[in-house]
């Protein structure tokens, strides 16, 4: 009796010893196979999914086989939540570099450009423009969206840092535009911290407005601290600012493409030929750049410029001299005239 027990002991030693060789090729195989792709795919992966829902969905595909086992070593060996996103899946790539992938989140991001010198309105068309965020946003005023941050009663313009954000399939606008909102209040703490003395600014937010204006005028950095020093010694003289941008900002979508005398003389709370000194808000999105120039103005005597048509600009003193260069760069305008900075790159992923 000892003896057959012993013996039926030993056999299921034996076969339990090959059942678990057998489970542990069976996984072996499965982690090693390649996957059937024969192009670049992108897996997505909703937020909430599990490792089995997705290795079911794949094996129903035909993308892989063995589920079950590699159900088993990620239950036994890797016990952590599925990142939710995109995966992107190569021709060649075995079931175990996917798993791997999945490990580490290593899920795929794209990049949200926004550009210096936007306003907010552009602001929320790009955003709405993104196919992969998740709108939340598009039928929320602009009041609506800065209370939804956390900001009731603040005016978005100019609020929102200009940089190239990365976001993955399935996230919220409004983490977007968040991250620029709180970037924002860092770069600008961060200047106005390292100021100049005897500025004409009560608070940060005026800084903000005044670098508003100097990103509007002019598409050389170089010219950034220049164009500050002429404003800022206008508001210390008590003159108008009479800066084009902020009149067409008033005039919204009431501007066409063409400025005219009748514009300039039209009275709204952004028009600085007609109030005196800053306008009430920032009338676009500002870079560091523009905010150290206008905590950093160059010193100087010209209270005076005007574009010459390719970006930069011809400073005076006087307004005699100012009114000749008017003459020679703004009466007589070049086929290819512009004041504005260069047109941006195109987000890419």
Same mark, same amino acid.
Do not use: C
């Given at each position: 009796?000892?003896?057959?027990?012993?013996?039926?002991?030993?056999?299921?030693?034996?076969?339990?010893?090959?059942?678990?060789?057998?489970?542990?090729?069976?996984?072996?195989?499965?982690?090693?196979?390649?996957?059937?792709?024969?192009?670049?795919?992108?897996?997505?992966?909703?937020?909430?999914?599990?490792?089995?829902?997705?290795?079911?969905?794949?094996?129903?595909?035909?993308?892989?086989?063995?589920?079950?086992?590699?159900?088993?070593?990620?239950?036994?060996?890797?016990?952590?939540?599925?990142?939710?996103?995109?995966?992107?899946?190569?021709?060649?790539?075995?079931?175990?570099?996917?798993?791997?992938?999945?490990?580490?989140?290593?899920?795929?991001?794209?990049?949200?450009?926004?550009?210096?010198?936007?306003?907010?309105?552009?602001?929320?068309?790009?955003?709405?423009?993104?196919?992969?965020?998740?709108?939340?946003?598009?039928?929320?005023?602009?009041?609506?969206?800065?209370?939804?941050?956390?900001?009731?009663?603040?005016?978005?313009?100019?609020?929102?840092?200009?940089? @190239?954000?990365? &976001?993955?399939? +399935?996230? =919220?606008?409004?983490?977007? %535009?968040?991250? /620029?909102?709180? !970037? $924002?209040?860092?770069?600008?703490?961060?200047?106005?911290?390292?100021?100049?003395?005897?500025?004409?600014?009560?608070?940060?937010?005026?800084?903000?407005?005044?670098?508003?204006?100097?990103?509007?005028?002019?598409?050389?950095?170089?010219?950034?601290?220049?164009?500050?020093?002429?404003?800022?010694?206008?508001?210390?003289?008590?003159?108008?600012?009479?800066?084009?941008? @902020?009149?067409? &900002?008033?005039? +919204?979508? =009431?501007?066409?493409?063409? %400025?005219?005398? /009748?514009?300039? !003389? $039209?009275?709204?709370?952004?028009?600085?030929?007609?109030?005196?000194?800053?306008?009430?808000?920032?009338?676009?999105?500002?870079?560091?750049?523009?905010?150290?120039?206008?905590?950093?103005?160059?010193?100087?005597?010209?209270?005076?410029?005007?574009?010459?048509?390719?970006?930069?600009?011809?400073?005076?003193?006087?307004?005699?001299?100012?009114?000749?260069?008017?003459?020679?760069?703004?009466?007589?305008?070049?086929?290819?005239?512009?004041?504005?900075?260069?047109? /941006?790159?195109?987000?890419?992923?």
């Amino acid at each position: 009796m000892i003896r057959k027990l012993l013996l039926l002991l030993q056999g299921a030693v034996v076969l339990a010893a090959l059942l678990i060789g057998w489970a542990f090729w069976s996984q072996q195989q499965a982690l090693q196979q390649t996957l059937n792709l024969h192009q670049e795919r992108l897996l997505e992966v909703p937020a909430g999914s599990s490792p089995s829902l997705m290795l079911n969905r794949l094996e129903q595909d035909g993308v892989l086989s063995g589920a079950l086992w590699l159900r088993l070593y990620w239950r036994f060996n890797l016990k952590q939540p599925l990142h939710s996103g995109e995966y992107r899946l190569q021709p060649g790539m075995r079931a175990e570099e996917l798993m791997g992938l999945w490990q580490r989140g290593e899920v795929v991001q794209y990049s949200l450009t926004l550009v210096e010198g936007w306003n907010f309105r552009q602001v929320r068309a790009h955003l709405a423009a993104q196919e992969r965020l998740q709108q939340t946003l598009t039928a929320l005023s602009d009041a609506e969206i800065m209370a939804k941050l956390g900001q009731p009663g603040m005016h978005p313009e100019g609020r929102f840092f200009p940089d @190239t954000y990365r &976001y993955i399939r +399935g996230m =919220r606008d409004i983490e977007l %535009l968040r991250q /620029a909102l709180q !970037r $924002q209040e860092q770069v600008l703490a961060e200047e106005w911290a390292k100021r100049a003395d005897n500025l004409p600014y009560r608070e940060p937010y005026q800084a903000l407005i005044m670098a508003s204006l100097v990103e509007k005028e002019t598409g050389v950095a170089s010219e950034r601290p220049q164009i500050a020093g002429v404003f800022v010694r206008r508001l210390r003289l008590g003159m108008l600012l009479q800066t084009d941008p @902020t009149v067409i &900002y008033g005039l +919204g979508e =009431r501007y066409q493409g063409n %400025l005219t005398r /009748a514009h300039l !003389r $039209q009275p709204t709370p952004y028009n600085t030929y007609v109030i005196k000194g800053l306008p009430p808000t920032p009338i676009a999105l500002v870079g560091r750049e523009a905010i150290h120039a206008a905590l950093h103005p160059a010193d100087g005597q010209s209270l005076y410029f005007v574009a010459r048509g390719d970006g930069s600009h011809v400073f005076s003193d006087s307004l005699a001299v100012h009114n000749r260069a008017v003459r020679e760069y703004q009466l007589q305008r070049r086929a290819d005239y512009r004041s504005s900075p260069a047109p /941006a790159q195109k987000d890419t992923p």
